[in-house]
C-alpha cells in the first residue's frame, strides 16, 4: 500500500484515498489575500466554502469559525466556488484574525464606559435622526443622487463605490472599500481620507424615522463617540454588509 506523504503547501489533513479523489476533481488556480500577504490556491471547484476556510487555515492561521471571505459580497459556508462563479487568477479577501492577535488585543472599556453613561443622560427611546444635530441635516430632505434604499433585504457591498450621502455639514460623501488593503476611502468634494479597517473601534447606525429606507452611520474613528464621523442616507440593504466588512474581523 502506498504512503500518504506529508506537503509543505498546506493542504488538508485527508486520507489518501481522499487524496486521490482530490486529485481528481476539476480545480482553479486564484489567489487569497490577507492584510499584506498574497497566497497562491489550487482548490477543487465543487468543493466548499467552508472546505476552502480549513485550507486557509493552515496557510495564515486564522480560526475557521473567526473567518470571513469575500468575492463579489460576503461568501456563505454551503456555497461551492462553482457556484459563486470564481474566475481563474482572481482575488478572494480574508477578514480575520489569528488567535494570537484577538489575545493582544485590550479589552473594549470604551465601548463599557459609553453604555454606563447612555443609561443616565437622556431619553434613551428618542431616535437619533429626532435629536436636533441630525435633524437639521435630516430636514434637508433626500438627496437627489442618492442611491436606492430598500427595505427587508440584505445587500453584499455594491461594486462601484457607495455615493449619493452627507455628512453633518451637507458636503456630499462616498465610501470605497479597498479590501486588498484593509482600507475603507471616506471621500468628500475637498479631499479623500484612507483609513485602515483595524483602526475603527466601532459603526453605529439606525433608520431615519420617516425614511426608513435609509439610515445614519456613524463611523468611530477614537475611543469616545465626540469621534464619530456621521453619514446620513446610506441605503437599508447595504448597511449590515458595512459593518461586516469593517468589523468582521473582530466578530466571532
Same mark, same amino acid.
Given at each position: ?22 486529485? +481528481?476533481?476539476? =480545480? ?34 486564522? /480560526? /475557521?469559525? !473567526? ?7 460576503? @461568501?456563505?459556508?454551503?456555497? %461551492? @466556488? ?8 482572481? =482575488? !478572494? ?8 492577535? &484577538?489575545?493582544? #488585543? ?6 463599557? %464606559? ?6 443616565? #443622560?437622556?431619553?434613551?427611546? +428618542? ?14 430632505? &433626500? ?14 457591498? /455594491?461594486?462601484?463605490?457607495?455615493? *449619493? ?22 471621500? %468628500?468634494?475637498?479631499?479623500? +481620507? ?6 475603527? =473601534?466601532?459603526?453605529?447606525? +439606525?433608520?431615519?424615522? *420617516? ?42
Amino acid at each position: 500500500m502506498a504512503e500518504s506523504s506529508s506537503s509543505p503547501s498546506g493542504s488538508n489533513d485527508t486520507s489518501a484515498t481522499n487524496d486521490v479523489n482530490d486529485a +481528481e476533481l476539476e =480545480k482553479i488556480d486564484f489567489k487569497v489575500v490577507w492584510k499584506k500577504s498574497t497566497y497562491d490556491v489550487s482548490f477543487p471547484l465543487d468543493h466548499r466554502i467552508d472546505q476552502l476556510k480549513e485550507h486557509i487555515n493552515t496557510l495564515c492561521g486564522i /480560526p /475557521p469559525a !473567526m473567518m470571513k471571505l469575500m468575492y463579489k459580497g460576503m @461568501l456563505k459556508d454551503d456555497s %461551492t @466556488l462553482r457556484d459563486i462563479k470564481l474566475t481563474k487568477g482572481a =482575488k !478572494m479577501m480574508v477578514m480575520g484574525s489569528t488567535i494570537q492577535d &484577538v489575545l493582544t #488585543v485590550a479589552p473594549p472599556l470604551p465601548e463599557t %464606559t459609553k453604555s454606563s453613561t447612555a443609561s443616565s #443622560v437622556g431619553p434613551a427611546a +428618542e431616535p437619533l435622526s429626532q435629536q436636533k444635530e441630525h435633524k437639521k441635516v435630516i430636514e434637508r430632505g &433626500v438627496p437627489e443622487d442618492a442611491m436606492p434604499g430598500i427595505l427587508g433585504i440584505k445587500e453584499g457591498l /455594491p461594486a462601484q463605490p457607495l455615493s *449619493g450621502m452627507v455628512n453633518k455639514h451637507g458636503s456630499k460623501v462616498r465610501l470605497t472599500f479597498k479590501l486588498e488593503d484593509d482600507q475603507v476611502w471616506l471621500g %468628500t468634494k475637498e479631499r479623500t +481620507e484612507k483609513i485602515m479597517m483595524g483602526s475603527i =473601534k466601532n459603526i453605529v447606525s +439606525e433608520p431615519i424615522k *420617516g425614511h426608513e429606507r435609509y439610515h445614519m452611520l456613524a463611523i468611530q474613528l477614537g475611543p469616545t463617540e465626540m469621534s464619530r464621523y456621521w453619514i446620513y442616507w446610506v441605503p437599508a440593504q447595504y448597511v449590515d454588509a458595512i459593518k461586516d466588512t469593517i468589523l468582521g474581523k473582530w466578530t466571532y
